[in-house]
């Protein structure tokens, strides 16, 4: 076989790489292969509400299956609007203001290659959802970083104050906050669309679990006085309807906004998943009852796997929403996150995530992993079952003698 490796992009690609953008594909193979239980990417294993399966099969009979409207089918945009109106006061023009695309990762992409130069800086709260470091590198934008410390999570806002420079384009937040599972409070919040106002910057605003808030109040960046048009509020069906492989997303902006991110979605994907987008227009008009159902269930999920996890004497972080919480490995004698994720699925038969993956720096958060809890009851009894026989292990994997 010829060897056109040097034909690679090494800056962008190595950059990529760099990042650890296949830690979650490595992680669910892993879990393939050694029939682990899979705790590691996000994603849950049972189906969502029967109506919204229902209405894509019902969409793909129909024959909804060419290519959808550029921006999205106009009944999801409405539909996108009228749950912006219903949950938060939010009022967008659904022709203008909103755009649908392949899921928030197309979103996200697409929003840092419409407003980023090269060059130009996009500051983040770190840990960072890993495609947000890809994406500023495909725009050839640079990452600053303002690092949430554990064991509170909350935003340092003279850290964020400090990496804004006059190079930056972008306020790239996340709330609830994967993989802190931390939901920001209305007064980080402000602090910083202060700072966004000040320094006439954009907030980008990743909203994916927004009805996955269990302790705390979400609140949209765009509600906060001055910043609906300052706002790129991103979300997505995934995580709320438990769908997370049909990757319909959204954008809501003011038109010029929407126009631009818009246009740069044509050329990444055109349009996307037709037979979907009528579907989540059926769940987005489900009873707000249904929706608080499904939020419960996942944190009854959250509370097995916290109080499970802290009565087998691991060192657990609290998480407020999302599908993840985080334990301190460094009490079982761990230093390295990644090596321990390596490893566990052969030595218990559960993986997880490195957190350090979501650090460009990881420093003391390089022994935290992080475990979804969107799983049946029965298998995260499981998963606690077997994560629970570590603390009678040492870190080489041999059991401890009794003292
Ligand atoms: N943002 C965050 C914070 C996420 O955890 C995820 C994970 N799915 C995404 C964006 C991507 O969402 P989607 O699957 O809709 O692309
Ligand atoms: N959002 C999910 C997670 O954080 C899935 C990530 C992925 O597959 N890229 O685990």
């Not at 949950?87 to 023009?93: P, Q």
């Not at 890993?130 to 850290?159: E, F, K, N, Q």
């Not at 490195?354 to 003391?364: I, K, N, Q, R």
């Given at each position: 076989m010829e060897d056109t490796s040097h034909l690679v992009s090494r800056h962008l690609v190595a950059r990529m790489r760099g990042f650890g953008t296949t830690i979650f594909s490595e992680m669910s193979a892993l879990a393939v292969r050694t029939g682990s239980i899979n705790l590691g990417q996000g994603f849950p294993d049972t189906d969502g509400p029967a109506e919204v399966l229902d209405a894509a099969v019902e969409a793909i009979r129909a024959g909804y299956n060419q290519y959808p409207p550029g921006r999205g089918i106009p009944t999801l945009r409405q539909a996108i609007a009228d749950h912006q109106h219903r949950y938060y006061g939010l009022s967008y023009d659904p022709d203008r203001e909103v755009l649908v695309t392949a899921g928030a990762t197309e979103a996200i992409a697409a929003t840092i290659l419409a407003l980023c130069e090269t060059g130009d800086e996009v500051v983040v709260l770190e840990p960072t959802y890993d495609s947000y470091s890809a994406s500023i590198a495909l725009a050839g934008a640079v990452m600053r970083p303002a690092t949430l410390h554990h064991?509170?999570?909350?935003?340092?806002i003279d850290a964020v104050r400090a990496a804004v420079s006059p190079r930056t384009r972008l306020l790239l937040v996340n709330s609830?906050?994967?993989?802190?599972g931390r939901v920001l409070d209305r007064a980080e919040l402000s602090a910083i669309a202060d700072i966004a106002a000040e320094r006439d910057l954009i907030v980008v605003t990743d909203?994916?679990?927004?009805?996955?808030?269990?302790?705390g109040e979400h609140i949209p960046m765009a509600t906060l006085p001055g910043m609906r048009d300052r706002t790129i509020t991103i979300s997505s069906a995934g995580k709320t309807f438990s769908c997370t492989g049909w990757k319909i997303g959204w954008v809501c902006a003011s038109p010029a906004l929407i126009d631009a991110v818009g246009t740069t979605k044509q050329f990444l994907t055109y349009v996307n998943g037709a037979p979907f987008q009528h579907a989540i227009v059926a769940g987005l008009a489900l009873p707000e009852a249904r929706i608080e159902a499904i939020r419960t269930n996942l944190r009854d999920r959250r509370d097995q796997l916290h109080n499970g996890l802290m009565t087998a004497g691991l060192d657990v972080h609290p998480c407020q929403g999302t599908y993840f919480l985080t334990v301190d490995v460094a009490s079982l004698g761990e230093t390295d996150g990644l090596a321990f994720c390596r490893a566990l699925a052969e030595r218990i038969g559960v993986v997880g995530i490195p957190?350090?993956?979501?650090?460009l720096d990881p420093g003391p958060a390089r022994s935290l992993v992080r475990f979804a809890f969107c799983k049946r009851p029965d298998v995260v009894d499981e998963a606690v079952r077997r994560l629970a026989a570590l603390g009678r292990h040492t870190s080489s994997g041999r059991v401890r003698s009794p003292a």
């Amino acid at each position: 076989m010829e060897d056109t490796s040097h034909l690679v992009s090494r800056h962008l690609v190595a950059r990529m790489r760099g990042f650890g953008t296949t830690i979650f594909s490595e992680m669910s193979a892993l879990a393939v292969r050694t029939g682990s239980i899979n705790l590691g990417q996000g994603f849950p294993d049972t189906d969502g509400p029967a109506e919204v399966l229902d209405a894509a099969v019902e969409a793909i009979r129909a024959g909804y299956n060419q290519y959808p409207p550029g921006r999205g089918i106009p009944t999801l945009r409405q539909a996108i609007a009228d749950h912006q109106h219903r949950y938060y006061g939010l009022s967008y023009d659904p022709d203008r203001e909103v755009l649908v695309t392949a899921g928030a990762t197309e979103a996200i992409a697409a929003t840092i290659l419409a407003l980023c130069e090269t060059g130009d800086e996009v500051v983040v709260l770190e840990p960072t959802y890993d495609s947000y470091s890809a994406s500023i590198a495909l725009a050839g934008a640079v990452m600053r970083p303002a690092t949430l410390h554990h064991p509170d999570y909350r935003v340092d806002i003279d850290a964020v104050r400090a990496a804004v420079s006059p190079r930056t384009r972008l306020l790239l937040v996340n709330s609830p906050h994967n993989p802190t599972g931390r939901v920001l409070d209305r007064a980080e919040l402000s602090a910083i669309a202060d700072i966004a106002a000040e320094r006439d910057l954009i907030v980008v605003t990743d909203e994916v679990y927004e009805h996955l808030a269990f302790d705390g109040e979400h609140i949209p960046m765009a509600t906060l006085p001055g910043m609906r048009d300052r706002t790129i509020t991103i979300s997505s069906a995934g995580k709320t309807f438990s769908c997370t492989g049909w990757k319909i997303g959204w954008v809501c902006a003011s038109p010029a906004l929407i126009d631009a991110v818009g246009t740069t979605k044509q050329f990444l994907t055109y349009v996307n998943g037709a037979p979907f987008q009528h579907a989540i227009v059926a769940g987005l008009a489900l009873p707000e009852a249904r929706i608080e159902a499904i939020r419960t269930n996942l944190r009854d999920r959250r509370d097995q796997l916290h109080n499970g996890l802290m009565t087998a004497g691991l060192d657990v972080h609290p998480c407020q929403g999302t599908y993840f919480l985080t334990v301190d490995v460094a009490s079982l004698g761990e230093t390295d996150g990644l090596a321990f994720c390596r490893a566990l699925a052969e030595r218990i038969g559960v993986v997880g995530i490195p957190s350090s993956v979501f650090y460009l720096d990881p420093g003391p958060a390089r022994s935290l992993v992080r475990f979804a809890f969107c799983k049946r009851p029965d298998v995260v009894d499981e998963a606690v079952r077997r994560l629970a026989a570590l603390g009678r292990h040492t870190s080489s994997g041999r059991v401890r003698s009794p003292a």
